[in-house]
């Protein structure tokens, strides 16, 4: 299974900021799509964002206008920057190399990084 290295996580009131770094190997970042998913206790893993390998994105319905999913192509690495973080974005945020293709987002199920626990609290 390929190496993705996801860092940055933490625990933050709310309200607060934190930034999600993924580090991909340069093979598999040059060529994919990019996604950051996340999973919370008892909850289904879910896709909160993407970006294509221009830089178009997409987002989960409820942090639109307060994540930000970015990529730097010289580093091999993907971002998400969050603002305005809730209680309910608290979960394990995993980073995945994938397809992008007719509007949506297809991750590939051998690029997978280990996961970063987001806590959101006061």
């Known amino acids: 299974q390929a190496q993705l290295v996801e860092s940055g996580g933490g625990l933050v009131q709310p309200g607060g900021s934190l930034r999600l770094s993924c580090a991909a190997p340069g093979s598999i970042f040059s060529i994919n799509a990019m996604g950051w998913y996340r999973q919370a206790p008892g909850k289904q893993r879910e896709l909160v964002a993407a970006?294509?390998?221009?830089?178009?994105?997409n987002y989960l319905d409820s942090v639109k206008g307060r994540f930000t999913i970015s990529r730097d192509n010289a580093k091999n690495t993907v971002y998400l920057q969050m603002n305005s973080l809730k209680p309910e974005d608290t979960a394990v945020y995993y980073c995945n190399a994938g397809d992008y293709y007719s509007g949506s987002y297809y991750p590939l199920s051998r690029y997978w990084g280990q996961g970063t626990q987001v806590t959101v609290s006061s």
């Open positions: 970006i294509t390998k221009r830089g178009s994105t």
